[in-house]
């Protein structure tokens, strides 16, 4: 693999890495939360959405998440309204695997015309020649499932080598999908689900990271359903911050291959969240949050 760590950035907590050959801040945006309800349609305030993206690039934020399934489509023309032309430095990360039906489930869409077609959709709602990164989506909404990512992998590197996308990653993958991709081609990231609470990832992380591939945690925050417990509060309280602050630091504290996708509608919780993420974490700290999510790991 060819992704590795890079000079820290002064200016946004976790510094850089670099996906493939692409810089990027550890610290990004995920942009899910910017569509309607259950992330389906439109925003209530387009004009808060926009404000919250343009907040993110002027905060130094580099490296964005997003997918033409949230709204369907809206989360990227949010993205095109609200940064195009893009700064050279701004790297997008979109996903494909599933589309969205009418009651606004995510049923599975990986035969290789869905796979195509995704892509090309990305293309155009994102006003972009070239995709930085897409990250196959595989699994269902209850999580990873088990069975061969080949035919659909083998979809993705052929539109990379057409040229319309730049790196790879997976998401919502198992950890058997993750060694078969590796027998495929190269891959730059995978995104899962993770946070403080739910770590059935923490021996993927140490792979990958010795491997010099990003873990890109998805619902960092707890997604739908904030994290909540008395041991992040009593942390939170004693540095006088939010357990948003303190799960963030965390993740970035967990292993230097993890970079951030927080996401939010708020400009002000983005602000809240660059400068809460900065966060230093003692020792005793650690050793409490390590109790959270039952599976005590090895911290860097
Ligand atoms: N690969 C996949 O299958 C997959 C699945 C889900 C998500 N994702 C990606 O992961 C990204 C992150 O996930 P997520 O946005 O769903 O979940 P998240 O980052 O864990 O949490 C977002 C929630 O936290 C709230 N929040 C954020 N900052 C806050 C603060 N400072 N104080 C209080 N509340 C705060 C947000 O509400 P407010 O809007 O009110 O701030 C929102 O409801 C998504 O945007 C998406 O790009 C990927």
Same mark, same amino acid.
């Given at each position: 693999?060819?992704?590795?760590?890079?000079? /820290? @950035?002064?200016?946004? %907590? =976790?510094?850089?890495? #670099?996906?493939?050959?692409?810089? *990027?801040?550890?610290?990004?945006? &995920?942009?899910?939360?910017?569509?309607?309800?259950?992330?389906?349609?439109?925003?209530?305030?387009?004009?808060?959405?926009?404000?919250?993206?343009?907040?993110?690039?002027?905060?130094?934020?580099?490296?964005?998440?997003?997918?033409?399934?949230?709204?369907?489509?809206?989360?990227?023309?949010?993205?095109?309204?609200?940064?195009?032309?893009?700064?050279?430095?701004?790297?997008?990360?979109?996903?494909?695997?599933?589309?969205?039906?009418?009651?606004?489930?995510?049923?599975?869409?990986?035969?290789?015309?869905?796979?195509?077609?995704?892509?090309?959709?990305?293309?155009?709602?994102?006003?972009?020649?070239?995709?930085?990164?897409?990250?196959?989506?595989?699994?269902? /909404? @209850?999580?990873?499932? %088990? =069975?061969?990512?080949? #035919?659909?992998?083998?979809?993705? *590197?052929?539109?990379?080598?057409? &040229?319309?996308?730049?790196?790879?990653?997976?998401?919502?993958?198992?950890?058997?999908?993750?060694?078969?991709?590796?027998?495929?081609?190269?891959?730059?990231?995978?995104?899962?689900?993770?946070?403080?609470?739910?770590?059935?990832?923490?021996?993927?992380?140490?792979?990958?990271?010795?491997?010099?591939?990003?873990?890109?945690?998805?619902?960092?925050?707890?997604?739908?359903?904030?994290?909540?417990?008395?041991?992040?509060?009593?942390?939170?309280?004693?540095?006088?911050?939010?357990?948003?602050?303190?799960?963030?630091?965390?993740?970035?504290?967990?292993?230097?291959?993890?970079?951030?996708?927080?996401?939010?509608?708020?400009?002000?919780?983005?602000?809240?969240?660059?400068?809460?993420?900065?966060?230093?974490?003692?020792?005793?700290?650690?050793?409490?949050?390590?109790?959270?999510?039952?599976?005590?790991?090895?911290?860097?």
């Amino acid at each position: 693999m060819t992704t590795t760590r890079t000079t /820290a @950035t002064p200016t946004l %907590p =976790g510094g850089a890495w #670099t996906l493939g050959d692409l810089p *990027v801040t550890r610290f990004g945006y &995920g942009a899910m939360q910017l569509a309607g309800p259950g992330v389906m349609g439109p925003p209530a305030d387009r004009e808060a959405a926009l404000a919250v993206l343009r907040e993110a690039v002027r905060l130094g934020i580099t490296h964005l998440d997003t997918a033409d399934a949230y709204g369907p489509h809206v989360t990227n023309e949010l993205i095109r309204e609200a940064l195009h032309p893009y700064p050279a430095t701004l790297r997008i990360a979109t996903k494909v695997g599933a589309r969205r039906d009418a009651d606004g489930g995510w049923p599975p869409a990986r035969e290789p015309d869905d796979l195509r077609r995704a892509v090309h959709d990305n293309l155009e709602t994102l006003g972009a020649d070239t995709l930085d990164l897409v990250n196959l989506r595989l699994g269902d /909404a @209850t999580g990873p499932r %088990p =069975g061969s990512l080949a #035919t659909a992998y083998e979809t993705l *590197v052929e539109l990379q080598r057409e &040229g319309l996308i730049r790196h790879l990653g997976l998401s919502n993958a198992t950890a058997e999908q993750v060694a078969e991709a590796e027998t495929i081609a190269p891959f730059v990231c995978v995104q899962n689900l993770y946070n403080l609470a739910h770590r059935r990832d923490d021996a993927l992380i140490d792979r990958l990271a010795e491997r010099g591939v990003a873990y890109v945690p998805y619902f960092p925050l707890g997604g739908f359903t904030p994290l909540q417990s008395a041991t992040l509060s009593a942390v939170a309280d004693r540095h006088g911050v939010r357990p948003t602050a303190v799960a963030l630091a965390w993740l970035l504290h967990r292993s230097p291959n993890i970079l951030l996708i927080p996401g939010t509608s708020s400009v002000a919780h983005l602000r809240e969240n660059v400068a809460g993420a900065g966060l230093t974490l003692t020792a005793e700290d650690l050793a409490a949050l390590d109790t959270i999510g039952g599976a005590p790991a090895a911290t860097p």
